[in-house]
């Protein structure tokens, strides 16, 4: 079936330090969603990526989606500890069912 | 006011009980969901329901069974809990569909960590 594989399972960062997740598809997505899950928490939505090669920031996070639209990545510049917690991709197929990737961990290191 | 809000948000029973968990959403969407989160995170879909029409994940056992009284509620009932039903259940709504298609942002509620003994 479907999948999308998402790497890192952990990223360690010292404070301070860039963070990146990446999400890969076996097939082409109709677009993307990015949660974070702090710990102890649930998933919150970040943002949803439709276009071909979009690239959105919000503040420190910047979300890519590939020119495939198979696919994308969430960049962290300048990690602080508010950033911790458990980033996940989910893509939506072409019948607008959510595949959710296994999520990143983000852990700062003390 | 909470915009999806489930109950209870810890439960403890032994195994071959059988429970429910309640959830609600205020914002008028049309889809509802429930995940299975276990221990290493894994965000599984468990069902999606709307008024029209109930997705079953087919890997879900048939202990598990969801119940929706009208559009803002569904609950989630399990029959004969086993150990490995051990996880935090969420719940989740979102709109049907965005303009193009596709669903909208999902919102969750704040999970309910089931513990079978």
């Known amino acids: 079936g479907q999948q999308v594989m998402q790497i890192p399972q952990y990223q360690h960062v010292q404070e301070g330090e860039d963070f990146t997740t990446y999400c890969n598809s076996s097939t082409t997505l109709s677009n993307i969603q990015w949660y974070k899950q702090r710990p102890g928490g649930h998933p919150v939505f970040l943002i949803q990526l439709v276009k071909s090669g979009e690239v959105k920031k919000q503040k420190r996070l910047t979300f890519q989606f590939g020119e495939a639209k198979k696919n994308s990545s969430l960049h962290i510049t300048a990690t602080q500890t508010t950033d911790v917690g458990t980033y996940f991709c989910?893509?939506?197929?072409?019948?607008?069912?959510?595949?959710w990737g296994a999520g990143t961990k983000l852990i700062i290191k003390p | 006011d909470t915009a999806v809000s489930q109950t209870p948000k810890y439960l403890v029973t032994q195994m071959g009980n059988d429970k429910s968990i309640k959830c609600e959403q205020n914002?008028?969407?049309?889809?509802m969901y429930w995940y299975k989160q276990d221990s290493k995170k894994f965000l599984k879909i468990m069902f999606s329901?709307?008024?029209?029409?109930?997705?079953i994940n087919e890997t879900v056992p048939n202990r598990f069974s969801p119940k929706s009284p009208d559009k803002a509620h569904l609950n989630l009932h399990i029959n004969s809990l086993e150990l490995g039903d051990s996880a935090v259940y969420f719940c989740a709504s979102s709109q049907d569909a965005l303009a193009g298609g596709g669903t909208g942002e999902l919102f969750f509620g704040e999970g309910s960590r089931l513990t079978v003994l």
């Open positions: 914002l008028g969407h049309d889809t």
């Open positions: 329901y709307n008024n029209k029409e109930l997705i």
């Open positions: 989910a893509g939506q197929d072409s019948n607008y069912q959510l595949i």
